[in-house]
C-alpha cells in the first residue's frame, strides 16, 4: 500500500498528536471502519501504551502518516491518551531536559 | 425439395427412406451435436494457420495459404454439415428456408474473414496496424436477409464461424505484437525500474517530513507515480506479460485497497472489509489488482465526481466475486452487451475507441480464467463483476477488520494455511532488538504490504531507539484476539503506568 492511501491523501492529523504522544488502545474494540493499519496500531497498543512514533516504526508508516492513523483512532474513541504519572514534578528542569534530549533523539 | 439431391450425399446421415420422426428428431440432434463440436476443431486449426502466418520468415502467401487451406478445410466440413443440419432442420418449409439462407451466407463469411485475417497478417508482418475484423453487412441483423434465423443449429454454427474467425484475426494480432514489442520491451523494462526507484525515493520522503503541505505535494507526486506504474504495466499486460513479479499471497484486503489506491480518483473507491483471511496467491495477485484498478477506475470516470464507487468482495462457490459499483447514468442493454463481448474476447476491440482497460480486462481475465460481466445495478449504474476462483485464493488465519463479521471461529484455523515460504514475515527492529509479530496479523500485513511494493528496508532503529522494546507484542495479541470477539478486552491493566 502506498502511504497516501492509507490515509486517503489526507497530511492533517484530526486531532492534535504529537510523536511523542503515548496512547493505548481504549476499552472498546474496533469495528469494521477501522482501517487495516488502525487495527493494527490499536492491537499494538492493548495492554501497553506506545509513542505515536513507536507506532510509526512498528507499522512501518511514515511519522505524519502515522500521527493522522493515530489521531483517527483517538477521534474515534478507539485509542486513548496514556498520561504521564503525575507524581513526579513536571517543573523539574533535568526530567524537562531529558524529554526534550528524548524527543531531540527521535 | 432441394434437399433430396444432396441427402445421397451424406450416406451414413441419411437412411434411404424416410425414417420415422424418432429417428428424424435423434439425427437432429446428432447433427447439432457434430456442429457444436466442429468450430472448435476448426478454429484450433484457423487459429493456428493464422499465428503461423503472422510469425512465419516465410513468403506470406506460403503461410496465409495454410491459413486459406484450414479455411476451405473448414468451409467443406461445413457443407457437409450444412447437409446434416437442413436436414434435421426440414420440418417445415418456412425453417428449412431460413436455415439454408443462414447456411448459404457462411462460404461468404468464411472467404471475406480469411480475406480479412491474410490482409491483417500482411500488415503486421510489415510493422503496420492490422485493420479490426468486419464481418460481411449481410450477416447483420436488421437486414431482412433471415428473419429471426439464426437460432438452432445453423446459427450456431454460423456464430461459431464468426467466433472463429475473431481468434484467428486476434491470434494474428497478437502474434504480430509480439514481434513489434520486442524491441520496446527493453523500454517498459527500463521505464518500470525507473518508476520502483522513483517509489522508493517517495518512502524515503515521506519519511523525512511532518510538514502537512510538503507531505501533501508528495503525496500527489507519489500517486502520479504510481499511475505511471500501473501505465506502463498495462503495456506489458497487452503485450501478454505479467504486470509485476509477486512471490507471496497477498492479503484480499490489500489488493482491494491498492487497486483503488492505483486508480486516479482513488478518494472516490471506497472499500468495504473483504471477508476475513482470504490472499491472493502471489504471481496472480499483481494482474488482479491491475484488473481491479481497471475496473474501478472504468465505474469512477463514468460517474458523477459526487459518487462513490464501492467495491466489494463476497464469497461465492469455488471462489469469490469482487464487485465493483458506480452510480453513474448507466449503459443500455447493447452497449453493456458490447463491452461483455469485449472482455470476453468474444468481440474484436475496436482499437482506438478509448477501450484499452477493457482490453486489459480481457487479457487478464483470460491469463487467469476470471469470469467478467457487466451488469446493471440497482443505482442505475453499472456493476462490474469479477469471480476469482479457489485456485488462485489462499486461505489464511488472518485477522483484519472484518474478523468480527465471523464470531464462530468459522475460519480455518489451520497455522498450516499459510505455507511457511509465503508467509508474511514482519521483522521489525526496535533499538539493539529485534523481535518477529507472531503472524499472521495486522502487523505483518501491514509490514507486507510495504515490501510488497518494493518498499525500502525496514527502518526504525532511529526512531524508536530512545524508548524500551515493546516485546511483548505478540503475547498481547494473542490474548486479547485469539478468541474474538468474547474475551476480556483488557486495556487498561498494561505495563503503560511503568513507563
Same mark, same amino acid.
Given at each position: 500500500m502506498r502511504a497516501y492511501a492509507v490515509t486517503l491523501g +489526507?497530511? +492533517?492529523?484530526a486531532v492534535p498528536v504529537e510523536p511523542a504522544s503515548l496512547v493505548r488502545a481504549a476499552a472498546r474494540p474496533p469495528y469494521d471502519a477501522v482501517s487495516p493499519e488502525g487495527l493494527a496500531a490499536v492491537r499494538l497498543c492493548a495492554g501497553q501504551a506506545l509513542s505515536v512514533a513507536e507506532l510509526a516504526a512498528l507499522l512501518q508508516l511514515p511519522l505524519q502518516v502515522a500521527k493522522v492513523v493515530v489521531a483517527d483512532l483517538l477521534a474515534g474513541g478507539f485509542l486513548i491518551h496514556a498520561m504521564p504519572d503525575r507524581s513526579a514534578d513536571g517543573s523539574d528542569p533535568s526530567l524537562l531536559e531529558a524529554v526534550l534530549d528524548g524527543l531531540r533523539n527521535l | 425439395m432441394t434437399t433430396r439431391p444432396q441427402r445421397h450425399r451424406s450416406t451414413s446421415a441419411a437412411p434411404p427412406s424416410d425414417p420415422p420422426a424418432e429417428d428424424r428428431n435423434r439425427t437432429a440432434r446428432r447433427s447439432a451435436t457434430a456442429l457444436g463440436a466442429l468450430p472448435a476443431a476448426s478454429a484450433t486449426l484457423l487459429a493456428g494457420a493464422a499465428y503461423a502466418a503472422a510469425l512465419?520468415?516465410?513468403?506470406t502467401s506460403a503461410a496465409v495459404g495454410a491459413g486459406i487451406c484450414a479455411a476451405i478445410g473448414c468451409a467443406a466440413v461445413t457443407t457437409a454439415a450444412t447437409v446434416a443440419s437442413r436436414r434435421a432442420a426440414a420440418r417445415t418449409a418456412v425453417r428449412e428456408r431460413a436455415v439454408a439462407q443462414e447456411l448459404r451466407l457462411l462460404p461468404e463469411l468464411l472467404d471475406e474473414g480469411m480475406r480479412q485475417i491474410t490482409a491483417a497478417a500482411r500488415r503486421v508482418r510489415r510493422g503496420e496496424t492490422a485493420e479490426p475484423l468486419e464481418f460481411p453487412a449481410a450477416r447483420q441483423p436488421g437486414d431482412g436477409v433471415v428473419a429471426g434465423a439464426p437460432s438452432g443449429p445453423a446459427g450456431d454454427l454460423t456464430e461459431a464461424v464468426r467466433r472463429t474467425l475473431t481468434e484467428a484475426h486476434t491470434a494474428v494480432l497478437t502474434a504480430g505484437s509480439g514481434r513489434q514489442t520486442d524491441a520496446s520491451l527493453a523500454m517498459v523494462r527500463k521505464i518500470q525500474a525507473l518508476v520502483l526507484r522513483a517509489l522508493e525515493l517517495l518512502d524515503d520522503a515521506h519519511d523525512r517530513t511532518e510538514d502537512p503541505e510538503l507531505l501533501d505535494v508528495l503525496f500527489r507526486i507519489d500517486h502520479l507515480v504510481t499511475r505511471t506504474q500501473r501505465a506502463v504495466e498495462s503495456v506489458a499486460v497487452l503485450d501478454g506479460r505479467l504486470p509485476r513479479a509477486v512471490r507471496r499471497p497477498v492479503p484480499l484486503t490489500t489488493v482491494l485497497r491498492q487497486a483503488a489506491a492505483e %486508480? &486516479? &480518483?482513488? %478518494?472516490r473507491i471506497q472499500v468495504a472489509p473483504p471477508p476475513a483471511g482470504y490472499a491472493v496467491a502471489g504471481p496472480a495477485a499483481a494482474e488482479v489488482i491491475h484488473l481491479i484498478a481497471e475496473l474501478a477506475e472504468n465505474g469512477a470516470r463514468f460517474s458523477p465526481a459526487d459518487t462513490k464507487v464501492t467495491v466489494r468482495a463476497a464469497l461465492a462457490r469455488e471462489g469469490l466475486v469482487v464487485e465493483i459499483d458506480d452510480q453513474g447514468p448507466g449503459l443500455t442493454g447493447d452497449q453493456l452487451e458490447v463491452m461483455n463481448q469485449l472482455v470476453s474476447l468474444t468481440r474484436e476491440p475496436d482499437g482506438e475507441d478509448g477501450r484499452t482497460g477493457l482490453a486489459v480486462v480481457a487479457r487478464v481475465a483470460q491469463r487467469l480464467r476470471l469470469a467478467v460481466r457487466f451488469q446493471t445495478n440497482l443505482y442505475g449504474g453499472v456493476q462490474a463483476l469479477v469471480r476469482l476462483p479457489s485456485t488462485l485464493l489462499h486461505l489464511a488465519e488472518e485477522d483484519g477488520p =472484518? =474478523? *468480527? &463479521? $465471523?464470531?464462530? *471461529? $468459522?475460519?480455518?484455523?489451520?497455522? =498450516? =494455511?499459510?505455507p511457511a515460504d509465503t508467509l508474511p514475515l514482519a521483522q521489525v527492529r526496535v533499538g539493539r532488538r529485534e523481535f518477529t509479530p507472531a503472524p499472521p496479523t495486522g502487523l505483518s500485513s501491514a509490514a507486507v504490504d510495504r515490501s510488497r511494493w518494493g518498499r525500502r528496508a525496514v527502518h526504525t532503529g532511529r526512531a524508536v531507539g530512545s524508548v524500551p522494546a515493546p516485546e511483548p507484542v505478540a503475547e498481547a495479541e494473542d490474548e486479547l484476539f485469539g478468541p474474538y470477539p468474547g474475551v476480556a478486552w483488557r486495556a487498561d491493566d498494561g505495563r503503560a503506568g511503568g513507563r
Open positions: +489526507r497530511t +492533517r492529523p | 512465419s520468415p516465410l513468403p %486508480t &486516479e &480518483e482513488y %478518494t =472484518a =474478523a *468480527h &463479521e $465471523q464470531p464462530d *471461529h $468459522q475460519r480455518a484455523p489451520s497455522p =498450516a =494455511a499459510y
